[in-house]
Each structure stands twice: as C-alpha cells, then as structure tokens.
C-alpha cells in the first residue's frame, strides 16, 4: 500500500497515516473534462453523502435548481438566501476585475466573489449550508476513497498530488472547471442560434421581441444583456457581466424559513472581500439569459415566479400607469427594494413604457433562448 504524509481534518490530526487504496494500473479518466464530469455528480464529497454541484445544478433543468427559490442543503434542512445561478454558460463570464471605469465585471457567485469557475467550484463543499465538509482536507480523504479517483488524478496532475491537501482539492476544481466549459453546458443550439444560422425562422412576435431586445429607443434590455457589439454574434451569452442594483425586493418567504430575521440586508457585491466601496451594496451581477425561460423562479432571490412579472417589474420603472404598479403575483403594489440607496437609474428608467403586447413579444422572444434538450420545459 502506498503511504501518504499525515492531513489535517477539522482540528485533529490523524493518528495514523492515509492510505492510498490498491488502484489499477490505467487511469480511469483520462482527461480533466471526464474526471470533472465525475466529480460534479459525486454525491460522496458532502458530509452526509447526499449532495453534489449537480444537486442545484440540475442538468435536466438547465443547470439550475428546480426544487424552490433557494437550495436546501446536504443536511436536509439548511436554506440558503440566494437563488442557485444557472452554470450554463458561466465559462463565458471573465475573471473578476474593475475596469478603468471602474465598474466591476465578471467572476463566479452573484457577488463575483470567486474569480473564475475552479474557484467557484471549491465553494459549495466546504459551505456549511451547503455540502458541510469542514475544510479541504476531509475533501480529499473522501477523494482517496475512489481508486480511479487516485489513480487518474496522480497521472492528470502528478504522483504526488495527495501530498498536500491544498493541491489535491485544487487539482479537483481544475477538474470540475474543465468539464463545465465543455459544449455539454454551453452548446449554443436554441431557436435564437438556429435562427442565426438560417436554419429556423421566428414567429412574428418572437421577431418583435427580438427587435424590440437589442432597441435602445423602445427597451433598456440590452444595456445590460447583450455582451458583443453585433446584434447576430454567434456567441452571444446576454449578459455584460456588470453589477447592478435593480430595486429587487426581499423574499419574505425565504427569509421566514431560513432564519435570517428582518435586520438583515443582502449587500450583494459589498459582501465580495474584494470590494469595500458602500457604493457597491445591493448590486448583483448581471445574469445570462440563457435558458431564462426555463430556469426561474427569478432575481438573486428568487422572489419572481413568473419571467412575465420580471419584465413587469422594469416596466414599473418607466411607466405612469397605476396598473404597471402592482405586482400581479401577490395583486400588491411592488414591494420597496432591499437595498434602496445605490439603484442603477440611468438603465433603469432608459426607455418607453410598453404595453402588453410587447411585453408578450419579448417573453416570447426570450424563450428561444432555450437551449434545444430544454425546449419541453417551455410553457405556452
């Protein structure tokens, strides 16, 4: 048996060395991409063995979690604040930076507090209210568990990877990374892409709404959704990767049943270790609207049901009409944003206020934005 050097896990040190089990003299996955695919359906690396990223990151729901507004955790009770992004399409947000305009843009979590995707990766298992591992450490004993894990990972990285457990949880985010910037989470093939490649044609309202998205005298959407200067670029992901503040309310329901009480106030981009400008609080980063239709509830919450109440919720913003101010799912006027002082006006109230129809036009152009396996989720 092969011997490695002790680890730490939690506080104690472990009395006798691990062990490397017996493995096979092949790796098993013989690239980062397959061993990632692995790991992300891996059930095994959360304290209770019953969680994995695919948990609330549902392939069959576009990469997001289809079970509420917000995820439950490995405990089966544990309730986060924040509504689990999609990872469709997250390799396509850059590394976390401020630009010289100095605006912030990229990185992972919608407070962009990891850089890029290895670090997002490395998040959820050791988040207690997440996949509860307590550190690194009793990561890696659950990755010495798997031979084929060993062996691949010892030919993927190098022999001695498990020496230290720093690298070796490193060497399984790289992994995790590689394999969701495979086409598997991005493989640009909804109506829109097909459109583009001459291949479909859109419906009179879907093409309303798709003029009507990338217009900025009739709609304020692609201020914030529309990342390259062409309006047919092939690989458009419908985000700018900017930090906003867009007067989201707070998720009542949510905050009841996961304990945090009224004083508490989601900062959003504040709560990023890298930034301390109270300017920041309340923004979220932009999200792809890829397979929105099909990946609510909606807003870093979760607090919109419906992709037709978002629409209504920044239509509220430019419209007079007492009609346009009230939510139509709770038939109450649009709760005060959770975050009031730093709201990002000038997107905001860019634009016309639109009647139904057009509304209608880009709920329905937004739809063709979903991915071609997700298209029977799609409602009428």
């Known amino acids: ?13 472990l009395a006798t060395a691990l062990t490397v089990p017996a ?14 695919e692995a790991l992300f359906f891996d059930m095994e690396l ?63 979590f919608l407070d962009g507090r990891e850089p890029d995707l290895a670090g997002q990766a490395g998040g959820p298992p050791l988040n207690p209210i997440e996949m509860g591992m307590p550190d690194k450490a009793s990561v890696v004993a659950r990755l010495l568990e798997n031979p084929d894990y060993v062996v691949s990972m010892r030919a993927l990285f190098a022999e001695d990877v498990f020496d230290d457990a720093d690298r070796a949880y490193a060497a399984m985010t790289e992994s995790i990374a590689a394999f969701e910037r495979t086409d598997y989470f991005a493989p640009f093939d909804s109506k829109y892409d097909r459109f583009l490649r001459g291949e479909v044609e859109l419906t009179q309202e879907e093409e309303l709404g798709r003029l009507l998205f990338f217009s900025e ?42 304990g945090l009480g009224g004083d508490h106030v989601d900062r959003g981009l504040l709560e990023n270790p890298a930034v301390d400008d109270p300017g920041e ?47 139509p799912e709770t038939g109450k006027p649009w709760a005060q944003p959770e975050v009031p002082g730093t709201l990002s006006v000038k997107q905001l109230t860019h634009g016309p206020a639109l009647e139904d129809d057009r509304i209608d036009a880009l709920v329905a152009f937004l739809k063709t934005l979903t991915d071609a396996r997700y298209e029977n989720l799609l409602k009428d």
């Open 1 to 13: 048996m092969l011997k490695l050097g002790n680890f730490i896990i939690g506080s104690a040190l």
């Open 23 to 36: 493995i096979a003299a092949e790796p098993v996955f013989e690239t980062k991409t397959a061993l990632g």
């Open 46 to 108: 959360s304290k209770n063995r019953s969680q994995a990223c695919a948990s609330c990151h549902q392939p069959e729901y576009g990469f997001a979690d289809a079970r509420g507004a917000v995820s439950i955790g490995d405990d089966g009770s544990s309730l986060g604040d924040r509504n689990a992004p999609t990872a469709s399409y997250a390799a396509f947000s850059p590394q976390f930076h401020q630009r010289k305009d100095g605006v912030w843009v990229g990185g992972q």
């Open 217 to 258: 005298q009739f709609t304020n959407c692609n201020l914030c959704h529309q990342l390259n200067t062409s309006q047919v670029s092939r690989n458009e992901t419908f985000s700018n990767y900017e930090y906003h503040n867009i007067g989201v309310p707070v998720n009542v329901a949510v905050r009841r049943e996961n």
């Open 281 to 327: 609080a309340g923004k979220f980063k932009v999200p792809t609207l890829r397979n929105v239709a099909v990946t609510g509830p909606y807003m870093h919450n979760g607090v919109f049901e419906d992709l037709r109440t978002v629409l209504l919720f920044y239509n509220k913003y430019n419209s007079k009409s007492a009609k346009r101010q009230i939510n």
